[in-house]
Structure formats: structure tokens, C-alpha cells
């Protein structure tokens, strides 16, 4: 069985093409995985689809109400499915936390908007909130999209070329080394002399001494 996703937003024509296009939207075509995208307000119960209301003890802007993200978690949730909250002070997404999400049956992402949502959803119908990065969104929408994508990758068959997810940014705590195509020679610029050689295990020394230099300049953190 493909891994079945339902994300839960009151944006959810943000995702239509994202999902349609790319590589995504060609492993979700292949039945790869499956993504369904659901308007929260069809789970209100109000003539005007109330969603939100103003935070009790006052601020700024709006939260995100109990009662539709209850009635939507509890008529989507299957057994053992992962109920996860999209939100800035959630834990850090990585590659490995995408790919142990890959290997579910079934997960159900909430994406939060304006202040957030109501506490008690988060403590009753979440296990799990992932942060896609140190940055507030206008909605976690976007950030429901970046999750699929992280995780579709290491679904089987999705990216079609599987050496792709060994030699890249992250995946051996090193950012990725700088890639050549044709032609050689572009108004002065010549690709580096190793790359047209043939010999593999120079390229590879070439590879993996770029990439720690490129390592060291921009996210020495990772060395550490």
C-alpha cells in the first residue's frame, strides 16, 4: 500500500499545483504515495465556517479553533496513522526524520495560520511537530508542501534515480559539491579537468574535497 497523506488547511488551492507537477506529482500519478488535501471549514459547523477566534487574554491576531480540527483529525485517523502539526517551534526536520516519516502507512499533517491553533488540539490530536526552519510563514501550508516533498524523495521509485539521495546536501552531514554539465568551455569557464578525466575515484576525492570545503564556508556548525 502507497503512504496516504491528508494534510488539513484552510488554504488548500495553495496545493493543488504543487502537488500535480515534478517528480511529485509523477510518483503520486504512479501511485507512489498518496496525497489527499482537505479544507478545514469543511469541518465547521457555523453558517459563516468559523475556523478561528480571537485568543483569550488578548494579542494580536487570530487562533485556530478546537472544534473542526477534532471532528477532522477523528473522522481522517486510522490506526497507527502519525498526527503531525506544522509549526516554527515544532523539532527540526532532517533527512533522517523525513525518511522515517516516508516508511509510515499513513500521516496527517496539520498546518497551522495566523497565531497558531488552540493548545488542546495540540495536545490531544498531535503526536508530533516539526519545524521546516528557523522563520515564521504566512501559513504552514508551504510548510506541509516541503514536508511531502522531503519525504516523498525517499519513498522507492519516486526519484527514479536512487544514487541521487547519497550524493547530496545533508546526507553525509556535508553540503553538496559543485556539479558540471555541457558544454566544457562556456564564455571562459572551463569544468575542472578531473570531471573529464574518467578516472572515478579521483572524481570522488575531487567530490568529497569540494564538498568539505563548501562545508567549512558556509555551515561549519555541520562539522562540528
Known amino acids: 500500500m502507497p503512504l496516504a497523506i491528508d494534510i488539513l488547511t484552510l488554504f488548500p488551492r495553495m496545493l493543488e499545483g504543487f502537488m ?3 517528480i511529485l506529482g509523477k510518483g503520486i500519478q504512479a501511485g507512489l504515495l498518496a496525497v489527499r488535501v482537505h479544507d478545514l471549514r469543511s469541518w465547521t459547523t457555523d453558517k459563516h465556517r468559523t475556523a478561528d477566534d480571537r ?5 494580536a491576531g487570530m487562533v485556530m479553533k478546537p472544534e ?3 471532528a477532522a483529525v477523528e473522522q481522517l485517523q486510522t490506526s497507527g496513522c502519525r498526527r503531525i502539526y506544522l509549526t516554527p517551534d515544532g523539532v527540526p526536520l532532517s533527512p533522517s526524520l523525513a525518511r522515517e516519516l516516508s516508511e509510515q502507512s499513513h500521516l496527517i ?12 488540539i495540540r495536545d490531544r490530536v498531535i503526536d508530533q511537530e516539526i519545524s521546516i526552519g528557523d522563520y515564521v510563514l504566512t501559513n504552514g501550508t508551504l510548510a506541509a508542501a516541503v514536508l511531502v ?6 519513498i522507492p521509485g519516486v526519484l527514479g534515480e536512487e544514487k541521487s539521495l547519497t550524493h547530496e546536501s545533508f546526507t553525509s552531514k556535508l553540503l553538496d559539491f559543485p556539479q558540471y554539465t555541457r558544454p566544457a568551455e562556456f564564455r571562459g ?7 573529464l578525466s574518467g578516472n572515478h575515484a579521483e572524481i570522488e576525492k ?3 574535497a569540494r564538498a568539505l570545503e563548501k562545508t567549512r564556508q558556509v555551515r561549519p556548525d555541520l562539522l562540528n
Open 149 to 154: 516533498d522531503a519525504l516523498a524523495r525517499f
Open 206 to 208: 575531487w567530490r568529497q
Open 109 to 120: 499533517l496539520l498546518s497551522g495560520h495566523y497565531e497558531g491553533v488552540d493548545q488542546r
Open 55 to 59: 485568543p483569550f487574554g488578548g494579542g
Open 189 to 195: 569557464m572551463s569544468v575542472p579537468e578531473v570531471l
Open 68 to 70: 473542526p480540527v477534532f
Open 20 to 22: 500535480a507537477e515534478s
